[in-house]
C-alpha cells in the first residue's frame, strides 16, 4: 500500500534530520579516526626504537606493543565507514520517498474528484 501524501512528508521530515545527524557524526568519527591511527603510528615508531635486537624483533615487539592501538584505529576506521554507508542509506531512501510522493501527487491529479459520470 502506498503511503499518503502526510505520511511521505512526515517520514521525508524524519530521514532529513537523521542525515544531518549522519553528517555531523561522520565528521566526528573521522576525525577520532585520524587520531586513533596518528596514536597507533606513533606508538609503533616509540616501541620500535626502544626495543633492542634485530630488526626483524624489532618490529616484532612493536607490533606487539601496540596491538590494541592499532585495533582501536581499525575500529574506529569501520566505525567510520559504517556511518558514510548510513548517509548513502538516508539518501536512497529520501529518493525513494520523493518518488513515492510524486507518484501520489500525480495519482491525485489522475483521479476524477467531484465529477459524476
Same mark, same amino acid.
Given at each position: 500500500? &502506498?503511503?499518503?501524501?502526510? +505520511?511521505?512528508?512526515?517520514?521525508?521530515? +524524519?530521514?532529513?534530520?537523521?542525515?544531518? =545527524? %549522519?553528517?555531523?557524526?561522520?565528521?566526528? *568519527?573521522? +576525525?577520532?579516526?585520524?587520531?586513533? =591511527?596518528?596514536?597507533?603510528?606513533?606508538?609503533?615508531?616509540? %616501541?620500535?626504537?626502544?626495543?633492542?635486537?634485530? &630488526?626483524? /624483533?624489532? =618490529?616484532?615487539?612493536?607490533?606487539?606493543?601496540? /596491538?590494541?592501538?592499532?585495533?582501536? %584505529? !581499525? *575500529?574506529? /576506521? %569501520?566505525?567510520?565507514?559504517?556511518?558514510?554507508?548510513? &548517509?548513502?542509506?538516508?539518501?536512497?531512501?529520501?529518493?525513494?520517498?520523493?518518488?513515492?510522493?510524486?507518484?501520489?501527487?500525480?495519482?491525485?491529479?489522475? !483521479?476524477? &474528484?467531484?465529477?459524476?459520470?
Amino acid at each position: 500500500m &502506498i503511503p499518503n501524501q502526510g +505520511e511521505i512528508v512526515l517520514r521525508l521530515s +524524519e530521514l532529513s534530520r537523521l542525515l544531518d =545527524k %549522519a553528517t555531523d557524526d561522520v565528521a566526528v *568519527l573521522d +576525525e577520532q579516526a585520524v587520531r586513533a =591511527k596518528q596514536a597507533a603510528e606513533v606508538a609503533e615508531a616509540k %616501541a620500535y626504537l626502544q626495543a633492542e635486537g634485530s &630488526i626483524d /624483533a624489532r =618490529k616484532a615487539h612493536a607490533t606487539v606493543q601496540v /596491538a590494541d592501538l592499532v585495533l582501536a %584505529a !581499525e *575500529l574506529a /576506521a %569501520a566505525q567510520h565507514r559504517a556511518c558514510r554507508e548510513r &548517509i548513502r542509506t538516508l539518501g536512497v531512501q529520501i529518493d525513494v520517498g520523493r518518488t513515492l510522493s510524486a507518484a501520489t501527487r500525480n495519482q491525485f491529479a489522475a !483521479e476524477p &474528484i467531484g465529477q459524476h459520470t
